[in-house]
């Protein structure tokens, strides 16, 4: 016997899903775009979509999580430092979401901007999602910086640029900023009233009332972006504040990075926990009051983990198709067994309604920060909370199911290469970040109260009445439920109903007949408790074929 013996041919693999453009790709995501912003120009967007696809960015991101970042909290003569490196490939890819726009740039540009920003946010997320956990943190920061006009000044050109700068260095030496955000305590977790940080007054310079910031954060995503809010307590009550890593005079701020989490998933965003030492800050807002100030930079990083999870949908969607149609077993293609051809629908059915739920929310931002729009600020009130709530509560459940259609293959991380080992890891964190389940649907009672809610979701869903006997069933059973009979324990079963609904609706206005009817046919009329179980004279072919690249 010698080493190189032949003992068999490899057949009936499939090959990667690499080279491939994501947009161009994608039916349902072109075609909700279009409905929600008609006169888009989407050659950005083909573009992202090539990039995203592609076998170099597929590396970076195999790389980015093989290679953990390392925190270094001392030089080797002994001086703090509280550093922490990445991979080149983690710098690459922030490069790459810097240069697309999606952190702060839509802020300054105009209608239009932050719908075009989120299908490029669910397409970045199908090639790596960790690395715009400081992006979307970018993002989220720009309208709280508004309450201090000398900041927002100083800062905003660097946070709306599309130039990526790793250096450690001072803000106005930069090409390129990033913002994070630090809230919560070991303590109190999303209970921020109970936060102990202290802040106590220092003067004021250029940027308004300085203070000084004494505690800890327990979760402190991508320490290091160049600034963060952050929350303390003041003689007011919580406020929030501006720290820096840098200070004006060119010294680095006394923020101690005590160690990076070892987490499920998002292996290539470093998570940390830190303490402040008489760190400085700068107050955002009035004094004591701070949660309305994290609650409006909130609703926008929740708009990021509908979104997120929705790319992650859609790219373990696109992966189990492109196995079974490669794959045989018994015969023929596993995409041409009935019941894998169930299994695939219904996971194209979830992940066309969770893109459709996640542009619709986006829609609302975008109406409301571009002007007025009345029925627009309500529907985003109670989009923000249900898309949050049940697009990111799907999707453990449908990276499993696509996962299995994969078989051991799908469970398999080879060097880092099992993507949708990956996608399984990563779907839990949107469901957990900025607000798990039970918060998102105690939100949604909390926007019933501000305003005619149960009017806006008739008006909203008014095309699709009369389509489909459990859609009409579903509405009269939620508008029941939004009149105030809720009670606080079945609060996720109405925030479930209502995005039901809410998706149903959608999908009839910008998708096919087949999509709508099997939707309300499973979701509506019966329970969705398992993907693979599709009603009888639901036309699977359709489904199928409409969410197959094209």
């Not at 008609?38 to 592609?54: F, H, I, M, Q």
């Not at 921020?192 to 300085?210: K, Q």
Request: hydrophobic share 45%.
């Amino acid at each position: 016997m010698t080493a190189d013996v032949v003992t068999h041919e490899v057949l009936n693999q499939s090959t990667p899903l690499a080279d491939v453009n994501l947009y161009s790709g994608n039916r349902a995501l072109r075609d909700a775009l279009r409905f929600n912003a008609p006169a888009l120009d989407d050659a950005a967007l083909v573009a992202l979509g090539a990039e995203a696809g592609s076998s170099a960015m597929q590396r970076d991101a195999r790389l980015a999580n093989t290679f953990s970042p390392q925190l270094k909290t001392h030089d080797r003569f002994g001086h703090r430092i509280d550093q922490v490196e990445f991979h080149p490939s983690y710098h690459a890819l922030m490069a790459r979401a810097m240069h697309h726009g999606l952190h702060g740039t839509p802020w300054s540009r105009g209608a239009g901007a932050h719908i075009e920003r989120a299908a490029a946010f669910m397409l970045f997320t199908e090639a790596e999602p960790s690395v715009l956990c400081p992006i979307s943190m970018s993002y989220a920061v720009m309208p709280a910086l508004r309450s201090n006009a000398a900041l927002h000044a100083d800062w905003s050109p660097g946070l709306t640029s599309t130039q990526y700068d790793e250096r450690f260095l001072p803000f106005d030496q930069k090409a390129g900023l990033t913002m994070g955000m630090g809230m919560t305590e070991k303590q109190g977790g999303s209970d921020v009233r109970a936060n102990t940080t202290r802040a106590e007054p220092d003067g004021r310079d250029d940027w308004g009332v300085r203070y000084r910031l004494t505690g800890h954060k327990w979760f402190f995503s991508a320490p290091m972006c160049d600034a963060f809010l952050v929350l303390a307590q003041t003689p007011a009550g919580l406020s929030c504040f501006f720290l820096p890593r840098w200070l004006p005079d060119g010294t680095v701020n006394a923020l101690r990075i005590q160690r990076l989490k070892h987490k499920l998933g998002n292996q290539a965003n470093a998570s940390s926990e830190v303490e402040f030492h008489g760190a400085a800050a700068w107050r955002i807002g009035d004094e004591g009051r701070g949660i309305p100030q994290i609650l409006a930079m909130g609703a926008m990083t929740r708009l990021d983990c509908a979104l997120g999870t929705a790319g992650l949908m859609r790219q373990a969607l696109s992966i189990a198709l492109q196995h079974t149609s490669q794959r045989q077993a018994f015969g023929k293609r596993l995409i041409d067994q009935p019941l894998m051809q169930n299994v695939l629908a219904d996971l194209a059915l979830e992940s066309e309604a969770a893109t459709a739920l996640a542009l619709r929310l986006a829609r609302a931002v975008d109406r409301t920060e571009n002007g007025h729009d009345e029925h627009e600020s309500l529907m985003r009130r109670v989009l923000t909370p249900i898309a949050k709530f049940w697009i990111c509560k799907r999707g453990s459940a449908f990276a499993q199911e696509a996962m299995e259609c994969l078989g051991g293959n799908g469970y398999v991380e080879e060097q880092g290469e099992g993507v949708m080992a990956r996608i399984y890891r990563e779907m839990p964190l949107n469901s957990i970040w900025e607000g798990a389940g039970n918060i998102m649907a105690l939100d949604l009672l909390r926007a019933l109260r501000g305003g005619p809610v149960a009017d806006a979701l008739a008006h909203e869903t008014a095309p699709a009445q009369g389509a489909h006997p459990a859609f009409d069933a579903m509405l009269a059973r939620v508008l029941h439920g939004l009149d105030g009979a809720t009670e606080e324990a079945q609060a996720r079963r109405l925030a479930r109903d209502t995005a039901l609904l809410l998706q149903a609706a959608l999908l009839r206005q910008h998708s096919t007949d087949a999509v709508f009817t099997a939707f309300c046919a499973s979701r509506l009329a019966d329970a969705s408790d398992v993907f693979g179980a599709l009603p009888a004279g639901c036309d699977l072919n359709a489904i199928v074929a409409r969410a197959q690249f094209h």
